[in-house]
Every structure is written in C-alpha cells, then in structure tokens.
C-alpha cells in the first residue's frame, strides 16, 4: 500500500509503497477513507524530544471501512464505516471495561491514518452512522476532545465562556458549549483571520489579544467569565486563562502544551481557580459526536480548510509546519490531487 512516511526530524514526509497491515487478535484492518491532521502530528515530528518512531505512518484522526478482521473481533463486521480511539488497551482493567483506554497502563497507540490502510483496536471502534461522510467521520476524533472539555467543566447553562485559541480543538469547544447551553461565549486569539468562522461556530465575539483584551472580553461576556478553556497549547496560555477567568471560575487546559508554562500562583489563589487537565476522551464521547452529526448539526465541517491526496500530502505538511493558514487539513489517501 502507499502511505506517507515519517523519516525522521527535519525531512519531510516520504510516500512510499509499505507492506499492507495485517489485523491481530482483537483488531480489524480499516480501509482509510480520511485523515485529519493535527497539531499534534507536526509537533511529534519536530524534532522536540517526543518524535514518532523513524520510518513509521502517523495520523490519528480517521475514519474508514473495515475490509479484514483478526481473531475474537464480536462487535464489528466487514464493510462497516468506523471510526477510533488510536489507542488499545488490555481490555480487562477498569479504565478499558468503562471504555476509556487511554487510561490503561497497557496502552497502545494506533495510528497509521496516512496511508491507504492501517490497524485498529476493534474494542476502540465506533460505527459510523451511513448518513455521515467520510470528512465527517474524520471529524469525530477532534469533536471529542472538545466534549471531553466540557464535560470535565461541568458547564451550567447560561455560563459565560472564554475560548483561548481558535484552531480545531478551540472550535470544536465553541461549537459543544453552544450546543449545550452556554450563555456568552467569545473566542480570542492573537490573529483575527479565524473570526468569521469562530462566530460561525457559535461563538458570541471574537477578540484579539492585546492592549485592553481583558476589558473588551468581559464587557463582550457581560462579566467576567465563569470558564476559560486553554485551547491554545502555547507558553503562557495558562497564565492568560488564569487572568481572564472571574472569582470562583474555572480553568480547563486542552491545549496540551509540551513546555514548562509559569503560573502566578498567588492570583489563581486569590480568585479560588479550580484548574482542570482534560485529556484525551472515551468511547461514549466518540459516540455522541457520531450521533450529534448524525442528527444534522453537521457545523464542525466548516473547519475542514482543505483536503488533499497522499502525493501532494508531503509538500503541504511543511507548509504547516512553517504555519499555513489552514484550520482543517484531511488527506484521502485515495484520490491523485
């Protein structure tokens, strides 16, 4: 099969012709149909002390139609449309039997959604309503992260909400605290270029940091805001959160920043901040997402900026990686463009 190898930092990715994957107990082979790309995929190959292992296949947003199954596969059949957690876990700890695997101490990742077809833990499957299209299907994975961030919050309805970063994961979290209940919601960044689509999404405002934000974004809010959520993943985001939230607030971090990130601890204490680290999500969240697009609130679909084929995936990458202006990057593996 073709796919789109890591080599390693520092080169860019190399569309090969790899063996095809074979399916091991408790997995299925997917036929991908569509990949997101994530900014967690441009870090890991960085060169930033984490990388993917040399010559491997990322890609952990997809979605595809499973065409082979291992040994003591019950719960999907061939030709269904999937989605997964990248992960697989032991199957018998209390994390994996609640159907949360990244949380088991065996842990396994499953990525592989650049190329044309990769391994899944069927245990971290979802079936796909048909009423869904492949880029929705793509979309789930970054859909839930967001719900998890709002679950772990516990938003009251009428909240006021403050979206720091304005990238999938920040509106993605827009979009679930519209959907359900929050009162203002106003997303701010340092670039306004992702205005228009964070207010699509649902968010009330869109405010630029600098001069005066904290006084533009409260008197957008009404007041000042009952939730932050980090969603920007950047050294001294979490500080900002911390100054914007109102006494008694919270602060959920999703954005899953990889270096040390001071805080004043003295103004969080002041405030009585409860801080929260939301990672990953579970099946059940895989699952709602499905549904909640099968429903017909398909808005997460304006993220997507741009999808392309594996041989022009390459060239495109770096070009993210420099900072391209895309929100939503997909990859087919399966058309030429």
């Not at 979605?63 to 596969?73: H, M, P």
């Not at 492949?134 to 789930?140: E, K, R, Y």
């Not at 969603?231 to 919270?250: I, Y």
């Amino acid at each position: 099969m073709k796919a789109a190898v890591f080599k390693q930092a520092g080169q860019p990715l190399s569309v090969e012709t790899v063996p095809d994957p074979e399916p091991g107990e408790g997995e299925v082979v997917i036929k991908v149909q569509r990949c997101g790309v994530c900014g967690t995929d441009l870090h890991m190959t960085s060169g930033h002390g984490n990388d993917a292992p040399a010559n491997s296949v990322i890609g952990h947003e997809y979605c595809g139609e499973v065409v082979a199954l291992g040994r003591n596969v019950e719960n999907l059949r061939l030709g269904q449309f999937v989605s997964a957690m990248p992960v697989a876990g032991c199957g018998r700890c209390a994390n994996c039997v609640a159907g949360y695997p990244v949380a088991c101490f065996q842990m396994e990742g499953r990525v592989g959604g650049f190329g044309e077809y990769m391994r899944i833990a069927a245990p971290s499957a979802v079936v796909l309503p048909q009423t869904l299209t492949p880029q929705d299907g793509a979309l789930v994975e970054p859909l839930a992260v967001g719900l998890r961030g709002l679950r772990l919050a516990g938003m009251a309805p009428g909240a006021r909400v403050v979206v720091l970063g304005a990238g999938s994961i920040g509106l993605s979290v827009i979009y679930w605290a519209r959907l359900l209940g929050a009162g203002k919601i106003v997303a701010v960044s340092r670039s306004d270029h992702r205005a228009p689509l964070a207010l699509q999404m649902g968010a009330n405002a869109f405010e630029a940091l600098g001069e005066g934000e904290g006084e533009r974004i409260n008197a957008a809010l009404g007041g000042m805001a009952d939730i932050v959520f980090e969603c920007a993943g950047a050294v001294g985001m979490t500080q900002k959160a911390v100054d914007l939230v109102g006494p008694g607030g919270q602060v959920v971090s999703l954005g899953f920043c990889t270096s040390p990130d001071p805080i004043l601890p003295w103004l969080a204490t002041w405030k009585q901040v409860t801080m929260k680290f939301s990672f990953a999500y579970d099946l059940r969240e895989f699952q709602h997402c499905a549904d909640t697009l099968d429903a017909g609130h398909v808005e997460p679909r304006l993220m997507v900026s741009r999808t392309v084929g594996l041989d022009a995936f390459p060239d495109l990458f770096e070009q993210l990686r420099a900072g391209a202006n895309e929100t939503k990057v997909h990859v087919d593996p399966w058309i030429a463009a």
